[in-house]
């Protein structure tokens, strides 16, 4: 018998509330883990991705998105961290060339954009973040968190365990801000 992973899902109204859930998830992260966020483009991954290392300790003018450079790795954040962008790979075996092995075996945290390109690189226990677009409100965006594994899991709780839902209701047609466990 399998459990399933478990699930949380946050709808976020703006842009400031991503940045928000963002900061909120880096105080309850611990290494080692890998976390991949998911989306179409323009949904927000970078925006997160930029907003949780902000709260780890690095200063905004310092955090550079790793598109062209493929990995940027932050050593003196609260929790060390490797930011991978897979965007522009064109086959996982080019994560072979810069020995992702070893980013994945540190104790570490990372951070995966774009997981679905990394192939048999992407392992099995992460935190799973999609973002998704609101199709009625574009600024919109609906995030699912999902726990693959025991530490994975265990940063989800910690996370909900602080899950105060402090945004504003703006919400139309019914829709609410803030979030439910799945």
Known sequence: MSLSAPRYRHLCLSETATRSIAKRLATALHTPLVILLEGDLGSG?????????????IHEESITSPTFTLVNSYPDA????????????GDPSELDLIGMEEYLDEQNLVLIEWPALGGSWIPAHHLHISLEYVARQTQWRQLTFTAHGPL???VLHRFLAHDSHPYPDGSLSGERPGGQLL
């Open 78 to 89: 609260r929790l060390p961290l490797h930011h991978f962008d897979l965007y522009r790979i």
């Open 45 to 57: 991954k970078t925006l997160f991705a930029r907003s949780l290392i902000e709260e780890l300790g």
């Open 152 to 154: 994975a899991q265990q």
